[in-house]
């Protein structure tokens, strides 16, 4: 008898300690560091899969399965997935370059930085060992079994970007610094919250950007424009069997994409802020429906009754003739005769249709 009581305290006491368990974990997801590290590190992976899938058909498929134009839409698409699922929760930044240039703006506090870019750093280097896993017969196969990152069976370039030939390091320096700052100022127009055009539209948008980004810029440096794209991958082929060649390969043209994009991002921020952003006309906000503006006004006047069976809507004309407050631009009445089962319904929350701002 004792040891089926002890038993039932074991199971209790386990339940118990589950229970505390399941809660802490919860507790700390809800935390809003823990939640926007995971946001970018989904987002990342999401994009990081797509992009370097589209990479591994172009190289493993002989041009049967894959493309150029195929590696621009798979990064770009897979840039809009990404904006989708982390979007409301950390902006999808999926780039450090644009994380370290929304801190420099003052658009996010420094202290979220190592946090965006562990993320992202982290749902990267888990795409390429994923991309690793699915494609590697084809890759042993394409290779015959030796993994370099120069000549005619190369594959480290499914991976990391590097130099083409044509390219010198510095020439490739530059390039990227020119391509991240489009890349930056064409986001700051995007998710511009006093411009308009693009409300409700930008993960899609920012799509297209990076496929006419890689269709109009990228043979020369294979558009990086992003350290969370080309280091944590390149650590993996490392690792992976490719050696210490995916960092000296090009003139040791690793550090590029890592120096080059956030010195570009940040200028074409600047450059948006200097000639866009500080001339843009700062609008009034407005209300999505007029009806809900006249709702608004008539809401500042006193309520005739608290009774909740006799509510309806007083418009303007049943009011009597009102003089303008000196202190309010709404229009305060004079006198408000007796109306028999009517009152004022409160006026519906006054919305802004601008939405959050991401990348």
């Not at 399965?65 to 897979?78: C, D, E, I, K, P």
């Not at 991958?233 to 000296?248: D, I, S």
């Not at 709702?295 to 003089?323: G, Q």
Request: hydrophobic letters at 40%.
């Amino acid at each position: 008898m004792s040891q089926v009581i002890g038993q039932r305290r074991s199971t209790r006491s386990t339940r118990m300690n589950s229970s505390s368990v399941i809660t802490s974990v919860h507790t700390t997801l809800r935390r809003q560091m823990v939640q926007e590290f995971l946001a970018e590190c989904l987002s990342t992976y999401v994009m990081m899969v797509f992009g370097l899938g589209s990479v591994a058909h172009m190289v493993l498929g002989n041009k049967t399965f894959g493309s150029y134009l195929g590696v621009n839409l798979g990064f770009g698409f897979g840039v809009t997935m990404g904006v989708y699922i982390a979007g409301n929760i950390s902006g999808a930044h999926m780039n450090s370059a644009v994380t370290f240039t929304s801190c420099a703006l003052g658009r996010m506090p420094w202290k979220k930085f190592p946090v965006y870019v562990l993320g992202q750093f982290l749902g990267s280097f888990m795409a390429a060992a994923t991309i690793y896993g699915l494609f590697y017969p084809a890759i042993i196969h394409f290779s015959s079994g030796e993994l370099t990152v120069t000549g005619p069976t190369a594959t480290g370039g499914i991976f990391a970007t590097y130099l083409p030939d044509h390219m010198t390091l510095w020439r490739g320096f530059v390039d990227e610094v020119i391509v991240t700052g489009m890349l930056q100022l064409c986001l700051c127009a995007i998710t511009d919250k006093d411009n308009p055009e693009h409300q409700g539209t930008q993960p899609l948008v920012i799509g297209f950007l990076i496929v006419i980004i890689g269709v109009g810029l990228g043979m020369n440096s294979g558009y990086a424009i992003n350290p969370s794209r080309d280091l944590p991958p390149r650590f993996f082929t490392y690792l992976a069997g490719w050696g210490t060649q995916v960092f000296r390969a090009g003139d040791n043209w690793w550090w590029v994409p890592v120096v080059a994009p956030p010195l570009g991002a940040y200028l074409g921020g600047i450059v948006y802020l200097v000639f866009i952003g500080s001339s843009t006309s700062r609008k009034p906000k407005k209300l999505e429906d007029p009806a809900a503006y006249e709702d608004h006004r008539i809401s500042s006047l006193p309520k005739t009754s608290h009774d909740p069976s006799m509510m309806s809507s007083l418009t303007p004309a049943s009011v009597a003739p009102t003089t303008r407050s000196p202190v309010s631009s709404s229009f305060t009445p004079v006198s408000v005769p007796p109306i028999k089962r009517s009152s004022f319904q409160p006026a519906p929350p006054v919305r802004d249709s601008v939405n959050e701002e991401h990348f």
